[in-house]
């Protein structure tokens, strides 16, 4: 089968896409998913062209199909909430143009948190935001994530997502980001991965799903906590993660890991897990050394 699978990886100005590329091709991925910035703030600056250029050549030779590659709109972006609504409209109209001018199609948003808001009225500024956004002429589509329902977030249930996506205009700009971690927290069984497709395409369609987080998770079924754990570590297990990413229906859907890095020696140095994580997968075989393999294969 088909496996399209990749992680998250940095981004770097001066390295560009080339930079994230290579990172990629470090961990054995045939995708990825970075940030054009810090997540968590929404400074950005230009792109460098020259080695965009670069990083799609360097695709081509490695068999990475642009089209499965994943941007992330910073966290800190809210739609739901009134008072920074321009700004985040603003952002997101030229984060769409930055994935353009990347040439990525892809850009996962969570969709808002309901503060100082009903969840009536984060759900309509989410809808009215998203329609001032996909208001151009670039091949962009914005993907809401699934969330774990910590504090107010919006997107706990696929009613919820529906609810927003039904309201949009372009209806070829708009798909879903299923993460494993946060349906799980949200109060879904993904021990049943069937049963959940079987849902999604009920609710909202199984066309609209493009992109799976694949995480373990911390905490139990229903916790609206969402803390990664490392694949095969947490209360998801291994197994299941197995028959997620393995499901046929989700085939040609690109995987991405955001699982933690490894502490080493109390947070002295950090180490990404994901070539090791790949290996499980595409072995479909769990390493219980997972830890240790990975602090003696970087340190
Ligand atoms: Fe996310
Ligand atoms: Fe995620
Ligand atoms: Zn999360």
């Given at each position: 089968m088909n496996l399209i699978i990749g992680s998250h990886v940095s981004y770097k100005t001066d390295t560009s896409l080339l930079g994230s590329v290579e990172e990629a091709l470090s961990y054995k991925a045939n995708t990825f998913m970075f940030y054009?910035?810090?997540?968590?703030?929404?400074n950005r600056s230009s792109i460098n062209l020259n080695k965009v250029q670069e990083a799609k050549k360097l695709m081509l030779d490695n068999n990475?199909?642009?089209?499965?590659v994943i941007v992330h709109a910073p966290?800190?972006?809210?739609?739901?909430?009134?008072?920074?609504f321009d700004f985040s409209v603003s952002f997101l109209k030229q984060e769409v143009k930055r994935c353009y001018d990347l040439g990525i199609n892809k850009l996962v948003l969570h969709p808002g948190s309901a503060v100082n808001v009903s969840v009536e009225e984060a759900i309509n500024n989410i809808i009215k935001g998203l329609n001032l956004i996909l208001d151009?002429?670039?091949?962009v589509k914005i993907l809401l994530e699934t969330m774990?329902?910590?504090?107010?977030?919006?997107?706990?249930s696929f009613e919820q997502l529906n609810s927003i996506i039904k309201e949009?205009?372009?209806?070829?700009k708009i798909g879903v980001c299923l993460d494993t971690c946060h349906i799980n927290d949200a109060?879904?069984?993904?021990?049943n991965f069937d049963l959940i497709l079987d849902k999604f395409d009920q609710i909202?369609?199984?066309?609209?799903?493009?992109?799976i987080h694949l995480n373990d998770s911390k905490n139990d079924i229903n916790s609206h906590k969402d803390r990664h754990e490392n694949i095969g570590f947490g209360t998801l297990g291994f197994d299941n993660l197995i028959k997620i990413i393995y499901n046929k229906k989700v085939e040609n859907i690109p995987k991405i890991l955001e699982t933690p890095y490894i502490d080493y020696e109390n947070n002295k140095r950090v180490f990404p897990p994901y070539l090791f994580e790949i290996k499980m997968i595409r072995e479909k075989k769990f390493n219980p050394n997972l830890i240790t393999d990975i602090i003696n294969y970087y340190k």
């Open positions: 054009t910035g810090a997540p968590q703030n929404t990475i199909d642009i089209n499965n966290y800190i972006v809210n739609l739901a909430n009134p008072n920074n151009n002429n670039y091949n774990a329902g910590k504090g107010n977030e919006i997107g706990r949009v205009k372009h209806q070829d109060g879904y069984d993904i021990s909202i369609g199984l066309d609209k799903l493009m992109c």
